[in-house]
């Protein structure tokens, strides 16, 4: 027996494998046509009535539909005829159809990947290829189906003290408001006015993953790749941006050369003209990146968020909450896919871009966007604060600790060399709520000079 034969035999006969493996079975890997059509009729019942369909139903929705010969409505008749229940090893049943709906997928993802190399499907270029044969290896039957509570407890109590892979900032107040840095598989952004330093942040982040040996894609969709990797090297070479160009070319290799030697990870910049890609080019090309260069990234840099597109609403008018939204999802969703976290960036609000106090309802376009993120924090710069070569991190959204502690913060910023850094403890004193314990303080403190006066 065929064993297309006998996976349909067990979708109408096997409930429990039923369930198991149809969300997981396409019709395009039936080759009979006969087959196909049977798949579909039973995969059209479980859809519309959630059970097994019997034989007699099978031949009756068959026998319904106007796309089919009579001698095909006979073939497909007798087949359903054929089947028989049958007991089987349950395991080898699933690893079997597993393979074959791999073997199946694959080898359909080659044959249209030869169809878009040769130029015969106009709906697709060949940009599509990496990511339709990166799909057909992905295919795999999932047989986790959630975590129960009671009988789970040990692997929870495992998780709980489990240390989990964080990418670490350079920057101490970060690692503390992060409890050590980024996790995988979370959305990151930054929000400033246009000029604060947004730009500058990712590249002093993306510097700085560099240097601790991991692997980074930076893609901008605002600068050139050069001027991304212009300010990379003010800040790994330790030279203003502003005389690059005048450093020597043994010079500039040489510490290049240094930089190499001190790390085991790779930094790729990919330029993308504005608002034309979204999360399925970004997918597309960390597949070409693992095919051509065996790169894999740790950590994901976009530059910047609202002006990327949206795989979701390509040349339809929508609202920018909508619009900002789903570029938002998408990306988040793209960081669980890669297992990778993403930082990327936002404006504010015409109202929010001098404010010395910026709020989550300073974020320009769509408040969907704080709605998803993981972490978001605000980059406030004043002329106050530029006087003393420093920026003021304010915590809006957090995931991953209490975002009441060190709500606000200041780092340093050399704007020459293009780099934060940490400053003196001292520096963060005068800042009323860096913390939870100086909040309650300070609350406690008005409400007794409140009752100063009064005489019991």
Known sequence: MKIETKILSHLIFDEKYLRKVLPFIKDIYFEVLTEKIIFQEIQQYMNNYDGLPSGNILQIEVEKRKDISEEIFKEAVDLIQSFREEKVDQEWLLDTTEKWCKERAIYLALMESVKLADGRDKTKNREAI????????GVSFDDHIGHDYLQD????FEFYHRKEEKIPFDLDFFNKITKGGLPNKTLNVALAGTGVGKSLFMCHCASSCLSQGKNVLYITLEMAEEKIAERIDANLLGVNIKELPDIPKQLFETK???VAKKTQGTLIIKEYPTASAHAGHFKSLLSELSI??????????????NICSSSRYKGTIVNSYTFVKAIAEELRGLAVEANVPIVSATQTTRAGYGSSDVDLTDTSESFGLPATA???????????????NQIMVKQLKNRYNDPTMNKRFVIGIDRAKMRLYNVEVSAQGNIIDSGKDNDLAESLDKKIRSFEGFKV
């Open 292 to 305: 051509k260069k065996g790169f894999a990234p740790d950590i994901i840099f976009i530059d910047y968020l």
């Open 256 to 258: 290049v050369g240094k």
């Open 374 to 388: 993981d972490l978001m924090f605000a980059l406030i710069s004043t002329e106050e604060l530029e006087d003393m």
């Open 130 to 137: 990496p990511s339709i044969l990166s799909e057909a290896l």
């Open 153 to 156: 407890a040990e692997e929870r």
